[in-house]
């Protein structure tokens, strides 16, 4: 995680220079404020994984004398196709649509909008891919 605490360590400092520099130029007080919560989201991310790459066991792709092989192995559960994400956007346009056209509307939404989230959490209890 090294590698990934020297980007956001280079971002936050791009973006501390950048925002005093953008300042003089526009006076704009939003895009410097915007700039300087980058900045300081950049370097507390970079904090966090700088933090947690020295108390790790380096990765293989962070060791010099690594090999690819080195990172084989499983990786995770990586979910198949899913048709319940659909549903579950349709339903939350359905409340939004109920917000303009009726309320009656965004009950109706919610109510499927219940059951599709509930098929979506559950999936892999039942079926093709139960577990």
Do not use: Q
């Not at 007080?29 to 994984?49: D, E, K, N, R, W």
């Not at 790790?56 to 990586?78: H, N, S, T, V, Y």
């Not at 339903?91 to 109706?108: A, E, N």
């Not at 909008?113 to 577990?131: N, R, T």
């Amino acid at each position: 995680m090294k590698s990934e605490t020297w980007i956001f360590g280079i971002n936050a400092i791009f973006f501390a220079l950048v925002a005093p520099a953008y300042w003089f130029l526009s006076y704009d007080p939003t895009g410097t404020a915007a700039l300087i919560m980058t900045a300081l989201l950049a370097s507390l991310v970079a904090f966090y994984l700088g933090f947690h790459a020295s108390k790790m066991e380096p990765r293989p792709e962070d060791r010099k004398e690594g090999e690819i092989a080195d990172g084989a192995g499983e990786l995770g559960f990586f979910p198949p196709y899913s048709w319940w994400p659909l549903w579950c956007a349709m339903t939350v346009s359905v409340i939004v649509l109920g917000v303009v056209f009726g309320w009656w509307l965004v009950i109706i939404g919610a109510g499927l909008g219940s059951v599709a989230l509930s098929g979506w959490i559950f999936e892999y209890y039942i079926g093709e891919h139960a577990h």
